[in-house]
């Protein structure tokens, strides 16, 4: 972040030390900067002096000497997502916060690395179905999982380790199968078993077709929060716009990581650490007036359980189409049935997805937590 790219506006106290203010109102002068400032204040002059540079601390904090600050409340930060020599239609804007980095993503699934999220602390339950695959096949080595079936019992806090535990149920010389525990604290949060095999060459074959589905390109960038990952929507399906149009209740989604470790675990765990994103946005897309940004305020959602079956090895930096199809929501649950093709239209993965969407009939509950 280059601070000429920002107009001074002064100095002012802070703390036992001063802080150098800069004014984000007004044009921004070209000088190449790694960073887009736009603001977005509705009167003019609302965004100023949001930038703060700490140009003396007090004693103990001179850790944030030529740190700046920002109010990304008031103000948008875009970082862009690129790489030098990447093409640029692979080159994607992400808002600043972001979650973390596509390698952040590796070290929570590979090693339960702790990344913790301030927006919304609790572990998403297809990232425990991600971390529970590359646990057994690592495990079991040069074997592929076949499926895997996973419920989800409690919430797990994400500012905190989770504990992934494997108990052998049989070991032959074809099939390996475990019976899966996620813990924390002591507290079962999920639980499930895997089944892995050695490939063999089949008797006889065949698969789905798939139908002429837009690709990546023709797709719409969608910012979740990870660099060094690319997600393109189809149609723009997927929002959490109570207002937006209806549609049928499918999503279809193209998922893209930039570099991944050269390892068949990881990318197994990574195309299953995506199968809970996009179903309950999918099962709420044909109804008006509802929408996932009322989760967790207005209405309870939660995925519930997760199968899936892989049928071939995965390659996540690669493009991936993940089809999302909800079948039926009933009596507060929703069912999908969903398919993962790669960029050939060959049948990678199938899953299903049960999730619940509810009133939620706390008044003042922490959206934070809630579920």
């Not at 150098?20 to 977005?40: H, I, Q, S």
Request: hydrophobic share 40%; net charge negative.
């Amino acid at each position: 972040m280059r601070s000429e790219a920002f107009r001074s506006a002064g100095r002012e106290p802070w703390w036992d030390g001063e802080v150098e203010l800069f004014d984000a109102d007004g044009p921004v002068p070209e000088c190449g900067a790694p960073v887009t400032w736009r603001d977005e204040s509705d009167t003019r002059g609302d965004g100023t002096r949001v930038l703060r540079r700490c140009s003396a601390t007090p004693r103990g904090l001179e850790v944030l000497r030529d740190h700046a600050m920002v109010d990304h409340v008031q103000a948008r930060v875009e970082l862009v997502d690129a790489v030098e020599g990447d093409d640029p239609r692979d080159v994607t804007v992400k808002r600043f916060p972001t979650w973390g980095d596509a390698s952040d993503l590796v070290a929570v699934l590979e090693r339960g690395a702790v990344v913790h999220d301030s927006h919304r602390p609790v572990v998403e339950g297809s990232q425990l179905l991600g971390q529970t695959i590359i646990a057994a096949m690592r495990q079991a080595p040069d074997r592929r999982v076949v499926s895997a079936y996973m419920v989800f019992l409690r919430a797990a806090d994400a500012s905190e380790p989770v504990d992934i535990a494997l108990d052998a149920l049989t070991n032959g010389r074809t099939f390996t199968a475990f019976s899966a525990r996620a813990e924390q604290d002591d507290r079962l949060c999920a639980s499930g078993t895997l089944l892995l095999g050695v490939p063999a060459a089949g008797v006889v074959e065949h698969t789905e077709d798939i139908d002429r589905v837009p690709g990546p390109y023709e797709a719409v960038p969608y910012d979740m929060g990870v660099t060094g990952r690319d997600i393109r929507v189809v149609e723009s399906a997927y929002t959490d716009d109570p207002d937006a149009r209806v549609g049928p209740p499918s999503i279809d989604a193209w998922v893209r990581f930039r570099q991944v470790p050269d390892d068949p675990e990881l990318h197994t765990g990574l195309l299953a650490q995506f199968t809970g994103h996009m179903s309950i946005a999918a099962a709420l897309r044909p109804h008006a007036g509802i929408g996932q940004r009322e989760a967790h305020r207005t209405i309870s959602t939660a995925i519930n359980a997760i199968a899936i079956s892989f049928h071939a090895d995965v390659r996540m930096d690669r493009w991936v189409l993940y089809r999302h199809l909800v079948t039926v929501v009933a009596d507060g649950m929703a069912h999908g049935e969903c398919r993962v093709h790669d960029e050939s239209g060959a049948l990678v993965a199938s899953f299903t997805v049960d999730a619940m969407i509810r009133r939620l009939e706390r008044t003042g509950a922490d959206a934070r937590t809630a579920l």
